[in-house]
């Protein structure tokens, strides 16, 4: 009978321990996903943060070079509403006040001083050589902010330092290395922020290429059927395997049928392609391929994008701007009549450089937009267009180019190539009366060439 009890005793305390142990993985498990969770969350923050203070950045730049006040309120909302938006996101992240006081100080006092400037603009008033003076600075200060976070992302990307040290007690060793890094990347922030803290006050067109009528297609409609022979044809029917449907795309910008391609010799390599139902014009394209190797150069990929492009029923389309990534060339191509570029008449091409094969096409600011437009009312030439510039410009290059707006309309204007120290920009001067319609900053990287 003791022994049994004994017995009975291991059992339980068997079955304690076991339930300990489930209990705690359970709760281990539980707490790794919340701390997961909660990294993310920071992540997720940090890049916001970034991107709406390069988004600053970007606009700072821009209110130096309007010279109208109608624009340059425009632009200083923006600044305005950015700051505002990456302030909102700083509040975020785990990092103790006293290290992020000046970034949190500068945005906000960014916001309301642009914000003071921008009312100052809706009253017809121009902005005065110190208002200018300030900008500049300030710009100056958003550069330096943009690069010390985006340096942070970099240490986190790297495991160089981890949300965790910023938010629990290390050993000493451990916590003195993790003040250093902290240190070294708010340093900078601190540093270049001492002279603004003094700052007195007195209180790229493709995201418009999803809007338009249309106007490309005509209105003679076609079955699936007659869309899947034209789909065959687009990607050449030597290499079709098989096609299959993947139905009809009713609520998109550009009703469509949507097909999967299989292509022959390679089971592993699918294209997709959506044929519009109207004019039966092919929407989009994607052929998703590896690219292993780059023997094709830019300007070779520039060439071949044209020549496709021509051949496929899109004549006149003149390279603008690109981009590239993982051995593939983004180009954007306008619609080019008479000299004049056609900005919402955009198609965007994507070039393998291993072997100069187009892997995609989505053409949908091309057939929303494309029309013959009537060119010749030009009421102001470029010299007398020149001389409500900025000074500071430096012009590089002029012609006539049609923009797209926010309202669904298009505007002729002259677009002014230049630098101010060292930004360049493109200007958007309306032919008809003069007024600047838009500024573009233009972003020259490794990988291309982008506007913001």
Known sequence: MKKRKVNLVYVLLAILAIVCVVLGYGMYQKQKKYVLATENGYNMALYEVIDYVQNVESYLAKSLLSTSPEH?????????????????????????????????????QVSDYS????????????????????LEQLHQYSVELGNSLTQLSTDMTNGKVSWKDFTQNRKPQLAQQV???????????????????????????????????????????????TAKEKA?????????????SQGFVENGKIPCYDFTVRLKGNEKETVTISISKKGGMVVAMNENRNVEAEAVSQEE?????????????????????YI??????????????????????????????????????ESTGYLNSHTIRD??????????????????????????????????????????????????????????????????????????????
């Open 301 to 321: 990929a520039v060439t071949i994008g044209n020549y496709y492009l021509t051949n496929h029923g899109f004549p006149n389309m003149k390279e603008t701007y």
């Open 72 to 108: 340059g309120a425009m632009t200083l909302t923006n600044v305005w509403r950015e700051a505002n938006l990456a302030s909102s996101y700083l509040a975020q992240l785990p990092v103790e006040n006293q290290e992020l006081l000046s970034t949190q100080k500068f945005l906000n």
């Open 375 to 452: 060119v010749t009312k030009v009421k102001i030439d470029a010299k007398t267009a020149k001389k409500t510039l900025n000074p500071s410009l430096q012009i590089e290059s002029e012609r006539l180019a049609v923009i797209p707006t926010d309202w669904g309309t298009e505007i002729l204007c002259w677009e002014f190539k230049g630098k101010i120290g060292e930004n360049e920009f493109l200007v958007y001067m309306n032919v008809e009366n003069g007024k600047e319609e838009n500024s573009l900053l233009v972003e020259h990287m490794p990988n291309g060439t982008l506007t913001m």
């Open 324 to 361: 590239q990534q993982d051995g593939v060339l983004t180009i954007n191509y306008a619609y080019q009549q008479d000299n004049v570029i056609m900005y919402p008449d955009l198609i965007k091409v994507k070039v393998a450089l291993d072997n100069g094969e187009i892997l995609g096409v």
């Open 115 to 134: 914000y003071s400037l921008s009312r100052k603009n809706m009253k017809q008033e121009s902005l005065t050589e110190d208002d200018l003076k300030q």
């Open 179 to 225: 003040s250093n890094i902290k240190n070294d990347l708010f340093s900078n922030i601190n540093k270049n922020f001492e002279q603004y803290a003094g700052l007195i006050y007195d209180g790229a067109y493709s995201e418009h290429a999803n809007e338009g009528q249309m106007k490309a297609l005509g209105n003679q409609e076609i079955g699936e059927e």
């Open 232 to 244: 065959s044809e687009w990607i050449g029917k030597d290499r079709v395997e098989a096609i299959d």
